[in-house]
């Protein structure tokens, strides 16, 4: 909505624009989280998963980055 505030929209059309995306996703997210709880224990494994690879890799480019600082000093 900001990003549309700063573009000039129209307040009156964005304001509408912004309620009916939030009705919709509300709706989204009902029927989606009944049909999600069957599977709820893969996704929260995968969640756990994602978050250990991306530390992961995380961890790997800093401890690159620092070797590569290092050398410069």
């Known amino acids: 909505a900001s990003q549309g505030v700063v573009a000039g929209v129209n307040p009156k059309v964005l304001g509408l624009l912004?309620?009916?995306?939030?009705?919709?996703?509300?709706?989204?997210g009902f029927v989606a989280t009944d049909v999600a709880m069957q599977y709820s224990q893969?996704?929260?494994?995968l969640g756990g998963l994602a978050i250990v690879i991306l530390g992961?890799?995380?961890?790997?480019?800093?401890?690159?980055?620092?070797?590569?600082?290092?050398?410069d000093a």
Not at 42 to 45: K, V
Not at 57 to 67: E, F, G, T, Y
């Open 18 to 28: 912004s309620i009916f995306a939030v009705v919709v996703w509300l709706f989204i």
């Open 56 to 71: 992961i890799i995380s961890i790997r480019d800093a401890v690159h980055h620092i070797s590569e600082t290092k050398g």
């Open 42 to 45: 893969y996704i929260t494994f």
